[in-house]
């Protein structure tokens, strides 16, 4: 399955790479994205690419959490 595939990148050492995985995971509507944007934390500092891929996993709480 496509969702495993990217969460078993999550503790990958490229931080592109486990970014990478969050969105995919959100994309899927899956929440291991929760966590591993949570163990990323914030984006870098005037990383558009970084708070891109993690602004994916708060949409997906968003919608999740959405009544």
Do not use: F, I, K, T
Not at 26 to 42: K, T
Not at 46 to 53: A, F, P, Q, V
């Amino acid at each position: 399955m496509l969702a495993d595939a990217m969460a078993a990148v999550l503790g990958d050492a490229d931080r592109l790479v486990q970014l990478a995985a969050v969105y995919g995971l959100a994309l899927h509507n899956d929440e291991r994205c929760v966590e591993a944007a949570r163990l990323l934390g914030p984006p870098r500092r005037g990383s558009l690419e970084e708070e891109g891929y993690l602004n994916e996993a708060w949409h997906y709480e968003w919608r999740r959490d959405r009544p």
